[in-house]
């Protein structure tokens, strides 16, 4: 009983210290600088993360979720800022898919338990795309670096910013979001992707497109859609091919936060997908099946930008929904 007393009585003084020290080192941690209206309400938003996140892995110590979260970069931000300022595929459930499908080439029993294309050399390091909806531009680099690597044996980083400055033909819309098959139609129809190191990311729109032919890093002929909602086939399709595109839904405050661990989140739709990624692999960890997902929230962000999400669980958030690769 007296044992109790004293470790509630500790956690209430830890928690009281906790958001100021928390808050310092956060606001050093990332630079953070407010005028002194915005840090009251930036810092009352921040003290309600942090509730959020002592309460969540109170619970996932005691066995309730597969994974942890933790203060990061946008610890200060609100879920509806979150989603509006960084998330930014547009899907359209309504649009016909008329691409061509991945016809998986290998049976069931060869499929391994485990595959991490970092291993291999077929992923560039976690990129940062900064408070810009060019979610979409990414996860297309992703694929493609990797299935550029995969024929040329070069790994070499592709522009985003020129994804975001050129394809607003295809439908793509900068910072205010796109998709990567349009992308992927982008960079056929223009004969190439600029280098990384040749054209820059600016994490804004820029107001002309500043592709420079001799500078192209990496080209494509196709691209191809994994069968809708099917995780077997973009199991194989990760096991078989290397990284893979694909879109989730990512507007949860436990998303925004995550931290380590299986992501699983009951809220998830597989329909609303707000968020473009890149799956580098799967497996599975003290019997809970993931799916090894590259984000582009900079390294401090999750497992030094990675997440572990849900696998085999009904396409949670959608990661099989809209899915595809380029063909190189
Ligand atoms: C790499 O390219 C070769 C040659 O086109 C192909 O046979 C192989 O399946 C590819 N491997 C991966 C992992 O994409």
Redesign the pocket.
């Known amino acids: 009983m007296l044992r109790t007393v004293i470790a509630v009585s500790l956690v209430a003084c830890c928690l009281a210290l906790g958001l100021e020290e928390e808050w310092a080192t956060f606001k050093s941690q990332y630079s953070k600088q407010y005028l002194m209206a915005e840090e009251v309400y930036r810092k009352q938003v921040f003290s309600q993360n942090l509730d959020y996140i002592n309460i969540h892995n109170a619970e996932a110590d005691n066995g309730e979720h597969t994974f942890w979260l933790g203060v990061n970069e946008y610890a200060d931000m609100p879920i509806e800022e979150f989603k509006r300022v960084m998330l930014g595929y547009r899907f359209d459930a309504t649009a016909t898919n008329t691409n061509e499908l991945y016809v998986p080439q290998i049976p069931d029993e060869a499929v391994p338990k485990k595959v991490d294309w970092r291993e291999k050399g077929y992923v560039t390091p976690v990129k940062n795309q900064g408070q810009c909806g060019s979610c979409w531009a990414f996860s297309t680099t992703g694929s493609l670096e990797g ?1 550029h690597f ?2 040329t044996k070069k790994l070499v980083s592709l522009s985003e910013q020129n994804l975001v400055d050129c394809s607003k033909k295809e439908g793509n819309m900068g910072c205010m979001g796109g998709l990567m098959d349009q992308a992927f139609k982008y960079i056929k129809k223009n004969h190439g992707i600029d280098t990384e190191a040749s054209y820059p990311y600016k994490a804004k729109t820029g107001r002309k497109c500043e592709f420079k032919q001799p500078e192209v890093g990496a080209t494509l002929t196709s691209w191809k859609d994994i069968p809708k909602g099917n995780e077997k086939d973009l199991q194989k399709a990760s096991a ?3 990284p893979i595109s694909v879109a989730i839904d990512a507007g949860h405050q436990s998303f925004q936060l995550y931290k380590r661990g299986v992501y699983t989140e009951r809220e998830c739709s597989p329909k609303k997908l707000d968020h473009g990624v890149l799956v580098v692999g799967f497996g599975e960890e003290v019997a809970e099946k993931y799916w090894l997902v590259k984000n582009s929230w900079g390294a401090t962000w999750g497992q030094e930008g990675y997440i572990m999400m849900a696998r085999d669980k009904e396409n949670m958030c959608g990661i099989a929904t809209q899915a595809s690769y380029p063909i190189v």
Do not use: P, Y
């Open positions: 299935q995969n024929k078989e091919l290397g």
